[in-house]
């Protein structure tokens, strides 16, 4: 049975088969502050793999770029331990201040 080990807390868990990271994390935790919208799009569940094996479904490059994914950071919800694994939250980056374009009317 797969285990993964959360290195900012020592908590670890144990998984199902094919059953993503974020699905034990809740099993074990539901008040866990990486539950968000369990499906790839809104990067709360973001982590860094330190350690093991993995297979990635489908995240959104929003919040894990390709070079990001190189680096080991994904999404818990798509994330499927294929043998003991381990992991830190990583947070979103803060988001970058955009600039927008006033037109104004000088008639």
């Given at each position: 049975?797969?285990?993964?080990?959360?290195?900012?807390?020592?908590?670890?868990?144990?998984l199902?088969?094919?059953?993503?990271?974020?699905?034990?994390i809740?099993?074990?935790?539901?008040?866990?502050?990486?539950?968000?919208?369990?499906?790839?799009?809104?990067g709360?569940?973001?982590?860094?793999?330190?350690?093991?094996?993995?297979?990635?479904?489908k995240m959104s490059?929003?919040h894990v770029?390709?070079?990001?994914e190189?680096?080991?950071?994904?999404?818990?919800?798509?994330?499927?331990?294929?043998?003991?694994?381990?992991?830190?939250?990583?947070?979103?980056?803060?988001?970058?201040?955009?600039i927008?374009?006033?037109?104004?009317?000088?008639a």
């Amino acid at each position: 049975m797969p285990t993964a080990r959360d290195l900012a807390t020592g908590r670890r868990f144990s998984l199902e088969a094919d059953e993503s990271l974020l699905t034990a994390i809740e099993r074990d935790d539901g008040r866990s502050n990486l539950v968000g919208c369990r499906n790839g799009g809104c990067g709360v569940c973001r982590i860094q793999l330190l350690a093991g094996r993995v297979r990635l479904g489908k995240m959104s490059r929003r919040h894990v770029s390709a070079d990001a994914e190189r680096q080991r950071f994904a999404l818990a919800c798509r994330t499927f331990v294929d043998w003991e694994v381990e992991f830190r939250p990583a947070p979103l980056p803060a988001p970058r201040p955009t600039i927008s374009k006033r037109i104004i009317d000088h008639a």
